[in-house]
C-alpha cells in the first residue's frame, strides 16, 4: 500500500476531532473550533453549523449526518449538507453519537436512545463514554472512565456484556470503538480486535503491541473489513508523540506505516482515507483534513441498488426542528 494526497481541507481552526463517511463519500467533520462541517468526495464545503462547545463526536446513517457538542445538543444535517435541527441532549450526553436507521445513541455519564423527534426512548447510566458505535441490534460504549467496554441492548439500553483493560489513562476521553461485519475493534491504550458473531459476547482474536493511544481515536476499517487504519499519536502537552498512521489487516500484521505530524483520527471510504490532524506550533492550534487515495487497495464492488431499495427518507426523518437556545456551563469539565 501506498497513499497518494488527493486534496486538503484547512478551513477548521482547531483539531479534528471525529470523521464519518456517508456511503456516497460526503464527508462530515466534527471540530474542537465548535464547528461541524460537511464535504463532498472533492473536498467541496456543502454544509456548517456552529455550537457553543467542542464537536465532540460525528456519525452518520440513512441519509443522515448527526453531531454531538459539549453545549449538550446534537446537530443533525440532511447528507448533501443541510443544516436540519439540533436536539438538546444535556451534558450526561453530549460526547459521543451513533446513529441508526430513525435516530441516535448519545452518551457520557449515561447513554440514551433518541429518535429523530427528540423523544427519550431509554437512558443508561455508563460513567465516562467518548465513543460508541451501534451494530448488529446492540450499542458498543468505550468507557474511558472505567476502562471497560459495554454492550448495550439497542432496544431496551440494558447492558448485557462488559469488558475490562488492564490500561489506565489520565486522558480525558481516551478509548474508542468501531464495527464492520464481524469485527469489533476497540482501542484501550492498545488495538483488540474482537469476534462479534455473537455480538453480545466479543471473542478476542488478537491486541496490537507497542501502540500508546491516548485521547478518541477511533479505528476506521476497510469496507471490506480486511484493514484497519489507526491515528497512533500519543500526546504528552505538545503533539510530538508517535504521529504514526497505522493500517493492520485482520490478523494482526502490520502492513502499512507513516509518519504524519499531528494525526488525530481516520475515516475510511472505497479506496479514499480521510486523515484528521491536530496541529500546534507552540502558539495556537490548528485543524485541516488531507484526503488520500490507497494505492494497492481495491475496495469491493457495490451493492446493487435494485437489491437494498433506498429507505423512506420521509417516513425515516420526520420534519421539524429545535429552537431551544444551549444550557449553561456543564456539571463536569469538559475539554477546551
Known amino acids: 500500500m501506498k497513499l497518494e494526497l488527493l486534496w ?4 477548521p481552526s482547531n483539531g479534528i476531532k471525529d470523521m464519518a463517511f456517508s456511503p456516497n463519500g460526503n464527508l462530515g467533520i466534527a471540530s474542537k473550533d465548535r464547528c461541524a462541517y460537511i464535504l463532498d468526495p472533492n473536498g467541496n464545503l456543502l454544509g456548517k453549523e456552529c455550537g457553543g462547545g467542542i464537536m465532540a463526536g460525528a456519525g452518520y446513517s440513512n441519509r443522515v449526518f448527526g453531531f454531538v457538542n459539549t453545549d449538550d445538543y446534537v446537530y443533525l444535517f440532511y447528507e448533501d449538507g443541510t443544516f436540519w435541527k439540533k436536539i438538546e441532549v444535556g451534558d450526561s450526553h453530549d460526547l459521543a453519537i451513533a446513529l441508526f436507521d430513525n435516530g441516535f445513541v448519545a452518551c457520557d455519564d449515561y447513554c440514551a436512545k433518541y429518535d429523530f423527534n427528540g423523544n427519550k426512548l431509554w437512558d ?20 474511558w472512565w ?5 454492550i448495550l441492548d439497542l432496544n431496551t439500553g440494558r447492558t448485557i456484556n462488559e469488558i475490562s483493560y488492564d490500561y489506565y489513562s489520565d486522558d480525558y476521553c481516551s478509548d474508542s470503538v468501531n464495527a464492520c461485519g464481524n469485527y469489533l475493534a476497540v482501542i484501550a491504550g492498545e488495538l483488540y480486535v474482537y469476534d462479534i458473531s455473537d455480538p453480545t459476547s466479543p471473542k478476542l482474536l488478537w491486541k496490537s503491541n507497542g501502540l500508546d493511544v491516548h485521547g478518541k481515536h477511533t479505528p476506521a476499517f476497510s469496507p471490506d473489513c480486511k484493514y484497519i ?9 505538545e503533539p510530538d508523540g508517535n504521529n504514526m498512521l497505522k493500517i493492520f489487516d485482520i490478523n494482526g500484521n502490520l502492513v502499512y506505516s507513516k509518519e504524519m505530524y499531528g494525526i488525530w483520527n481516520v475515516a475510511w471510504w472505497k479506496d479514499r482515507l480521510a486523515v484528521g490532524y491536530v496541529l500546534y506550533d507552540g502558539l495556537i492550534y490548528d485543524g485541516e483534513v488531507e484526503m488520500y487515495k ?43
Do not use: M
Open 8 to 11: 486538503t481541507f484547512d478551513q
Open 124 to 143: 443508561t447510566e455508563v460513567d465516562g463514554v467518548a465513543d460508541v458505535v451501534v451494530h448488529k441490534g446492540y450499542v458498543y460504549a468505550a468507557n
Open 146 to 150: 472505567s476502562n471497560k467496554l459495554q
Open 229 to 237: 487504519a489507526v491515528a497512533d499519536n500519543y500526546w504528552d502537552d
Open 294 to 336: 490507497i494505492i494497492g487497495y481495491e475496495p469491493p464492488p457495490e451493492p446493487s441498488s435494485a437489491s437494498e431499495p433506498l429507505p423512506n427518507l420521509t417516513e425515516a426523518i420526520p420534519c421539524g426542528s429545535s429552537s431551544s437556545s444551549p444550557s449553561g456551563p456543564s456539571r463536569r469539565q469538559k475539554e477546551g
